[in-house]
């Protein structure tokens, strides 16, 4: 994806947002956030205002009503720019995409049987359930499964990784993407998408924001905020109603006019979280995005902001991916070095990744290499599952490494002894969560290679992270207890289900919800579809099969399975965002309230001059100076609602307090101090 976004500069963005900016200013478009709708329909009002000041109806200064259309007017645009440019984003990587998909040649054939004989069409010509054959060279015509031959696949123009994969018939790693190039060999594809409705189609109106719709929190926060706005609109139009009946009373010409009344409206509105909550929720699936990971709904973020119980796969999230030889334990008398040479010599011809790791453990511990396969007159035994051994012979010698079990009854059939030694060691091993491969030559026992689950460096700090947030971690593996036991020990989760089925991992999922938990979990098998559609987070790996990302509401394009805990931490994040800036918005609220109100009727009621603290030069300059502040402040805010409030590790109650310390007293304390400021420089420039 950073290939992508470096093809757009900012500039182009910035130039786009600025349009989209005045063409949002469409009254259909205004009227999907109703908050900014109260400060556009104030701006025409004054707008209107200022016109007829011009043929002599006065409401007040032709002047100030000008200065207040216009300071209206630069609200809403900026509030628009603040949603145009974090759509800009989207819309970038969305043309890139889109550059990336284009009508190509497609060999269409009847059936696997006949795949010399086939008819060339175009892309769009094709059906779900057409089969395709695609050589090396060419690009798969859109989304399907491989049913038959394997091939490397360039995904470069979905994951933006250089690297290219490995796509074959059966298994997990069926599934392919249209747009993608075949490198190398062929395959037959059957189609899954009907035209139009490709996953590449889908990513590219997901990005660009045509799908998104406003999530549940979303909109619940926005009824707050237009109950608020209501509020106001009644206060606002009490405060006209007293104050001219208060001047009638006194004799005198209302001070307060329509054009102030509406300035302070708006000033009073939450209008600064109404101007950013859109581009908050924007920007988080932008950065969710940017991170290769495609979420099918902002429900989705938002419940990884709310998750508290994280399923993860064992192999390749927790630990390497492949058992490797941890160490050499020698018995009955042989050294460890003896032991490490042979095993070495048994695994030279293992492409295996456990007997490349034997080989390699071998060389770092003792310096054991440079052997050569052509030097010796080598007869390599290859591992198979009846004998569940594998090994060498050479000058007449027999060397087999394989499971105990097998040795046992290899080495005793020949008259060896299987000692208590041996015996010991295999149990230890076993007990630690490790695998045991014991190593015989000419029949004798020399030792055990102790094969281990390595657990990825630095996954202990981020389940203490998560614990710190409150969030349980669960470990799924099918191995057994014991050793599924000895592996969450070792990498700090919380829980684990051994021996996980289907039926298994839906039933935890299940129970956990019905406690009142919101459960995330990763996959990439059809087995894991049952789980993932009842998660409430089920990020599904783009290299998985179909069924797979069918069911699941996100889809990791770079298919780690280590992306769910940053998945969990963007949504975080957006709901800290959303709620740093509420909280801000609503305390600015406030502090305008005080600075304005004295400041505005202190003429009416002289003894509020006790509370005009701030001593604004006069009740316009304060509904001035407050306007402007009120206008700006959304631009200050854009890049704090893009980029997000920066993630911390803690609990909700520390979240909080932090949130009103930092975002509840700077919301108060700021508009005093911009205010002020900003009423000094109105009068030195003879403004009011």
Known sequence: MENKKRAFTNKKILMRAIQDS????????????????????????????????????????SGFTLAIAIILWLTVLFANFAEAIAEGRGKAQADA??????????????????????????STALEKGNLVIVKAGEQIPGDGEILEGAASVDESAITGESAPVIRESGGDRSAVTGGTTVLSDWIVVEMTSEPGHSFLDKMIAMVEGAARKKTPNEIALQIFLVALSIIFILVTLSLYTYSSFSATQAGIKNPTSVTTLVALLVCLAPTTIGALLSAIG????????????????????????????????????????NRQAYEFISVDGCTEHELADVAQLS????????????????KEKFNIRGR??????????????????????????????????????????????????????V?????????????????????????????????????????????????????????????????GVDDFLAEATPEGKLEMIRDFQSKGHLVAMTGDGTNDAPALA??????????????????????????????????????????MTRGSLTTFSIANDVAKYFAIIPALFVGLYPGLQALNIMSLYSPQSAVLSAIIYNAFIIIALIPLALKGVKYREATAGQLLSRNLLVYGLGGIVAPFICIKVIDIMLVVCHLV
């Open 282 to 321: 924007i920007a988080g699936m932008s950065r969710l995005n940017q991170a290769n990971v495609l979420a099918m709904s902002g429900r989705a973020i938002e419940a990884a902001g709310d998750v508290d119980i994280l399923m993860l796969d064992k192999t390749g999230t927790i630990t390497l991916g």
């Open 372 to 425: 050569s396969l052509e030097d010796k007159n080598l007869e390599f035994i290859p591992f198979s599952a009846k004998t569940r051994m594998s090994g060498v012979n050479y000058a007449g010698h027999e060397i087999r490494k394989g499971a105990a079990d097998s040795i046992k009854d290899y080495v005793e059939k020949q008259g060896g002894v299987y000692s208590h030694d041996c015996e010991r060691v």
């Open 97 to 122: 995409l889109r550059a990336s998909k284009r009508d190509v040649e497609a060999h269409l054939i009847d059936s696997i049987d006949k795949k010399d004989d086939f008819v060339v069409v175009p």
């Open 347 to 362: 695994s030279l011809a293992d492409e295996t990744p456990e007997g490349r790791s034997v080989v390699v453990l071998a």
């Open 22 to 61: 005045l063409i949002k200013l469409n009254p259909k478009t205004q009227v999907e956030n109703p908050v900014m709708l109260l400060v556009y329909i104030s701006a025409i009002l004054t707008t209107g205002l200022w016109f007829m000041s011009l043929g002599g109806i006065q409401d007040a200064t």
């Open 427 to 491: 149990s230890e091993i076993a007990h630690q969560g490790g695998t045991p491969l014991v190593v015989a030559r000419d029949h004798k026992i020399l030792g055990v290679i102790h094969l281990k689950d390595i657990i990825k460096s630095g996954v202990q700090e981020k389940f203490a992270d998560l614990r710190k947030m409150g969030i349980k971690t669960i470990m799924i593996t099918g191995d057994n207890p014991l050793t599924a036991a000895a592996i969450a020990a070792e990498a």
């Open 534 to 575: 009842q998660a409430d987070v089920a990020v599904a790996m783009n290299s998985g099969t179909q069924a797979a990302k069918e069911a699941g509401n996100m889809v990791d394009l770079d298919s780690s399975p280590t992306k769910l805990i940053d998945v969990v931490r963007i949504g975080k994040q957006l709901l």
